[in-house]
Structures are given as C-alpha cells and as structure tokens.
C-alpha cells in the first residue's frame, strides 16, 4: 500500500508516493508556480504593489496539483488502487479570501484587479502596523492568551492580515470568508471545510482549551472586527491526523485515483517533517532548513517562553504540547546574496567547474576559518521572527572592507543564520522546555554540510539529518496514512507511522571544540548588535524604512 504526500512551499509544489510498510519514496514531481511569489507587480493588472506585499495566484496551486499527482503516478509503476491516502502540508499563514462556494476571488472578473483579494502568502509582511496594534490591545487589555505566543502577534499570522484587509479594503472582507491554503486545499479536494488545529493554534491564536480569542477583544480593534470568527473563519478546529474525507469526483477524475480515498487534515509544512524525522516524544528538536527555518519540538506541558512563535495542544502530533520557533529567513538570505552580490566571473568560474553558485562560493567558504571573514551579520533580511518579532527590522553587515570577497560574505551569512538559531535555542532552553537532541531536514541540511559544521559549531551542539531529503513531503503521506488507518492497510496513528516509514541518516554534525572556542566570541559581538539594533538602542533600521516608503 501506498501513501501521497502534497508539499505546498514557497515557489513551487511536490507530490511524494510513499511506501506505507516501510517509508520508501517510489516516485515525486515537482513543479514550480509559474506567478511564483508576487511581491512587486500584480499579474492581473501590470499594477505596482505596496511596499511588504507577498501574494500568490491560487491557479497556481490547482495546476500544480494536477501536474504532480499525474507525474509521481506515471513515474511509480503501481497500481493507483494500491494509493490509499493523501496528506497535505502548505505554507503559513497564506490566507486564500473566497467565495461562498469555496472559490477564491481573485479567480472572478469581478476582483482580479484588487490586490486584496488575492492570496496572501506567509510571508506578506504589510500588516505589521496591525500586528503592532494587536499586541498593544491585548496587552493593555491583559489578554490570557498573548503569553502563549511570547507576548507578540506576528505580522504574518491570520487576524493582523484580515485586519489590514478590513481596513485597506473592506468591500474584499465583507464579501470574502478566508481559509488557511492547507485547508482550502483540503477543501477542493474533499468538499469538507476543516480547519487543521496547527494553522489555528500558531497563526489564530486559538487553543484548545479556550478557543479563539474573544469578539470583545476583536471588537474594541474595530467594531466590524467583532464577529470575524464566526462570521469569516468558523470556530470549529480539526485535529492534526483525522481524515477530512474523501477525495471528490472531480479530482478522482483529474487524478484517477479512487473517489473516496482518504485526505488528511492539513498541516504547516514544517510542522509536517516532524514524524518524518522519528521525532514522537518531547526531547528532540527538528529543525527545517529551508526558504526560512522553523524549530519545533513535543512538550508534555505548556510553558512560556518569551519571543517564540507560540505552543498549541496537538498542533505538532496529537497528545503534545507543540513549541514552534523560527526565522524568517535562510536560504532566501543566500539566494539574495547569489543573484546580486555576485560578479560575473565567479559565474564564469562556476560554469567551468560545472558547478552552481551555491556550491562554488561554499566550496571557496570552506576553506575560510572561524572568524576569517571579519564580518558580522544581523539575519534579518525578512525581519526577525524570533525572538524580538518585529519584521520592520532589517538586515546588516559589519566589517566590509575593500578586499572583503563573496564567500567571506556567504560564510558571514551563514554564520549570522546560525547565531540567531543559538538566539532562539537558548530562549527555549531558559524556559526548561528540554532540547537533548536535534535533526534536521530541508534543501540546505541536505546538500550543505559546511552549512551544517557552522552549525553544530555555533550552537555547540550535535546535528543529526533526517533519512528523506523531502521530509515535509513524508510526513504528510505519513499523516496521509494514517488518515486512512489501519482496516485499509495504513495506520491508526503518528508513533506506529513513524516506527516503520521515519529514518534518520548515520552521519551527523559534531561541534569541533576549537571552533565553538572563536565562535563564542563572535556571539557576543552579535549579540550586542542583536540589542542595539533590535531592542530600541537605535531604531535606525525602522526610520531607514519610513524614509523608503514615505510613511
């Protein structure tokens, strides 16, 4: 028997099949989204968009669908009646505004020119003036739930972008009801409208012991607001591993497989590796190395720890308190430096060595020491996530001299990731929630082992891999497995689906002592700028920012 994992990201979606007995990958297929991320010009219209905008082209999710489910099948060589779930994972907060029959808007004549209207993906950083009210009402108000989440609200979470539609366009809010992608997913595939307690819990703030927060609340941020749970949302949460229902008539002709086979409740993507890394008990911490980076790990109990995105009871695996941390920024960071920091003949260099960019700068940063590059970074091209939560911060470098090259700046960039990744571990270990252990997953764990020795350098820690190079893709044929359960040759729940389909890699990471030794020097050098610029002793970076765009 067989199970399908959809793997919505950034720019592109993956259909992985997944032997159920075992975890082996039979067949995947990728395909990129032709609008991609739209952060400039809206494609309907040719239109400039606002500065922070980050929106994407539901069409684009439909196609892609098709294309890879259709792929991986043909590539497999099984029999399609032998597939016996589907489990999705997607980006979040991407907000999909719809109709009252499911069908996004922008999609219609009628509003394809409003920016609005189109799907806001998580990186849509525009409501932050709204996330900034949020956190000051709630905490003058003394609202319980606002602890939970580090005592901010994040600009890319569910009600400060609902909140900036409302008032930036409020003809889209009273004609739109709004689900989270991996729900409307869920929903075009299956008919049910479920909403997965992950997406509720770190993007809603909702909990399972008291629900969203309340239409006072809501209310005294603007009167329309009061009713936004009931009125555009719903309150009903689903957890993590149920089945949602069965795959339509529509898409068991699209994809030929068999109407009614079973589709999962939708999850976060990160969130999705977890079982696939074997990690099904507090101790261990997985992190997912990817366009941003997320940290999560299992508690038995909820505790507070201030800066991080937030815990939520089964929003990881059911039966735990999952803890979510993160930064906005990874392989975006040194993509950014690829395609604009780069002279021509380090390309030339790299096509006559047949190597990428990537590779070639990694190669020449391997061979650089700690604290050769002379440079410092702040990580905070998109922001910072964790654990100051102001995406109005940007990013910086200290030490640039004339003689600095590109892979001294592609090692700093690294180095800077890794240091705001010890910022986050050691706000986590404070707390008492316990990391004994961690194994990652993601694009760069996978193909960048200097990435990884900075890593385990830095944070003075060991580093283990997960087995799957799509390990978001893996949990969710394993959450797709167990959807179906075990009368239909699946299982009936995350631990048995871990114990037979998750693996993890021989080969690890360990801290080289010497290293670790420079690199603690070279923290506290971060840390300084970490609080100098982030923690109000020079808000330069937010006036640079109000002086761009005129605000």
């Given at each position: 028997?067989?199970?399908?994992?959809?793997?919505?990201?950034t720019?592109?979606?993956?259909?992985?099949?997944?032997?159920?007995?075992?975890?082996?990958?039979?067949?995947?297929?990728?395909?990129?989204y032709?609008?991609?991320?739209?952060?400039?010009?809206?494609?309907?219209?040719?239109?400039?968009?606002?500065?922070?905008?980050?929106?994407?082209?539901?069409?684009?999710?439909?196609?892609?669908?098709?294309?890879?489910?259709?792929?991986?099948?043909?590539?497999?060589?099984?029999?399609?009646?032998d597939?016996?779930?589907?489990?999705?994972?997607?980006?979040?907060?991407?907000?999909?505004?719809?109709d009252?029959?499911?069908?996004?808007l922008?999609m219609?004549?009628?509003?394809?020119?409003?920016?609005?209207?189109?799907?806001?993906?998580w990186?849509?950083?525009?409501?932050t003036?709204?996330?900034?009210?949020?956190?000051?009402?709630?905490?003058?108000?003394?609202?319980?739930?606002?602890?939970?989440?580090?005592?901010?609200?994040?600009?890319?979470?569910?009600?400060?972008?609902?909140?900036?539609?409302?008032?930036?366009?409020?003809r889209?809010?009273?004609?739109?009801?709004?689900?989270?992608?991996?729900d409307?997913?869920?929903?075009?595939?299956?008919?049910?409208?479920?909403?997965?307690?992950?997406?509720?819990?770190?993007?809603?703030?909702?909990?399972?012991?008291?629900?969203?927060?309340?239409?006072?609340?809501?209310?005294?941020?603007?009167?329309?607001?009061?009713?936004?749970?009931?009125d555009?949302?719903?309150?009903?949460?689903?957890?993590?591993?149920?089945?949602?229902?069965?795959?339509?008539?529509?898409?068991?002709?699209?994809?030929?497989?068999?109407?009614?086979?079973?589709?999962?409740?939708?999850?976060?993507?990160?969130?999705?590796?977890?079982?696939?890394?074997?990690?099904?008990?507090?101790?261990?911490?997985?992190?997912?190395?990817?366009?941003?980076?997320?940290?999560?790990?299992?508690g038995?109990?909820?505790?507070?720890?201030?800066?991080?995105?937030?815990?939520?009871?089964?929003?990881?695996?059911?039966?735990?308190?999952?803890?979510?941390?993160?930064?906005?920024?990874?392989?975006?960071?040194?993509?950014?430096?690829?395609?604009?920091?780069?002279?021509?003949?380090?390309?030339?260099?790299?096509?006559?060595?047949?190597?990428?960019v990537?590779q070639?700068?990694?190669?020449?940063?391997?061979?650089?020491?700690?604290?050769?590059?002379?440079?410092?970074?702040?990580?905070w091209?998109?922001?910072?996530?964790?654990?100051?939560?102001?995406?109005?911060?940007?990013?910086?470098?200290?030490?640039?001299?004339?003689?600095?090259?590109?892979?001294?700046?592609?090692?700093a960039?690294?180095?800077?990731?890794?240091?705001?990744?010890?910022?986050?571990?050691?706000?986590?270990?404070?707390?008492?929630?316990?990391i004994?252990?961690?194994?990652?997953?993601?694009?760069?764990?996978?193909?960048?082992?200097?990435?990884?020795?900075?890593?385990?350098?830095?944070?003075?820690?060991?580093?283990?891999?997960?087995?799957s190079?799509?390990?978001?893709?893996?949990?969710?044929?394993?959450?797709?497995?167990?959807?179906?359960?075990?009368?239909?040759?699946?299982?009936?729940?995350?631990?048995e689906?871990?114990?037979?389909?998750?693996?993890?890699?021989?080969?690890?990471?360990?801290?080289?002592?010497?290293?670790?030794?420079?690199?603690?020097?070279?923290?506290?050098?971060?840390?300084t700028?970490?609080?100098?610029?982030?923690?109000?002793g020079?808000?330069?970076?937010k006036?640079?920012?109000?002086?761009?765009y005129?605000?």
């Open positions: 028997m067989y199970s399908i994992g959809l793997d919505y990201g720019l592109s979606v993956r259909c992985l099949i997944a032997d159920v007995s075992n975890g082996q990958e039979v067949a995947e297929a990728v395909w990129e032709p609008d991609g991320v739209i952060d400039e010009y809206l494609p309907s219209t040719g239109e400039k968009l606002p500065p922070d905008f980050a929106l994407q082209n539901p069409a684009d999710y439909i196609l892609g669908t098709e294309t890879v489910i259709r792929e991986a099948i043909a590539s497999a060589g099984i029999d399609k009646n597939i016996i779930g589907i489990g999705i994972d997607f980006t979040a907060c991407t907000v999909v505004p719809v009252p029959d499911g069908v996004p922008c219609s004549e009628e509003w394809k020119r409003e920016p609005h209207a189109w799907v806001k993906l990186k849509h950083h525009a409501a003036p709204e996330a900034e009210e949020m956190t000051a009402l709630a905490a003058q108000r003394g609202e319980p739930w606002l602890a939970r989440y580090g005592g901010t609200v994040g600009s890319e979470w569910m009600f400060p972008k609902l909140l900036e539609i409302l008032r930036k366009a409020p889209v809010y009273r004609a739109a009801r709004f689900m989270e992608a991996a409307w997913m869920v929903y075009e595939l299956t008919g049910a409208r479920v909403k997965n307690a992950a997406g509720a819990g770190y993007k809603a703030c909702w909990s399972k012991a008291d629900g969203f927060p309340s239409s006072d609340y809501f209310k005294a941020l603007d009167p329309e607001f009061e009713n936004v749970v009931r555009k949302l719903g309150k009903d949460v689903n957890s993590i591993g149920e089945r949602a229902g069965g795959l339509n008539e529509k898409w068991s002709r699209i994809t030929g497989l068999k109407e009614g086979t079973a589709v999962a409740v939708g999850i976060i993507d990160a969130h999705a590796a977890i079982p696939a890394l074997t990690i099904t008990a507090p101790g261990t911490m997985g992190a997912i190395m990817g366009t941003s980076g997320c940290y999560l790990t299992l038995d109990k909820p505790v507070l720890v201030e800066g991080i995105c937030g815990y939520t009871a089964d929003g990881i695996e059911p039966g735990f308190i999952g803890f979510e941390a993160g930064q906005g920024c990874v392989g975006d960071m040194l993509a950014w430096l690829v395609e604009n920091c780069v002279p021509a003949s380090y390309e030339k260099e790299a096509r006559e060595k047949g190597l990428s990537h070639l700068l990694t190669e020449k940063a391997a061979a650089i020491k700690p604290g050769g590059t002379g440079l410092i970074v702040l990580d091209w998109n922001g910072n996530r964790n654990i100051i939560v102001d995406y109005d911060l940007s990013g910086a470098v200290v030490g640039y001299t004339m003689a600095t090259k590109p892979e001294e700046l592609y090692r960039f690294i180095e800077g990731i890794a240091f705001g990744c010890r910022v986050i571990m050691e706000q986590i270990d404070k707390s008492g929630v316990r004994d252990s961690i194994i990652a997953s993601g694009g760069i764990a996978e193909k960048n082992p200097v990435f990884m020795q900075i890593f385990a350098d830095i944070t003075a820690r060991e580093w283990k891999l997960g087995a190079a799509q390990s978001c893709a893996l949990g969710s044929a394993m959450w797709g497995a167990v959807a179906a359960g075990r009368a239909a040759g699946g299982y009936d729940n995350v631990q689906a871990a114990r037979h389909m998750a693996h993890t890699k021989d080969k690890s990471y360990r801290p080289i002592a010497e290293n670790t030794r420079i690199y603690d020097s070279l923290y506290r050098e971060y840390m700028l970490h609080d100098y610029f982030g923690r109000g020079n808000n330069v970076m006036r640079l920012k109000q002086l761009k005129g605000r």
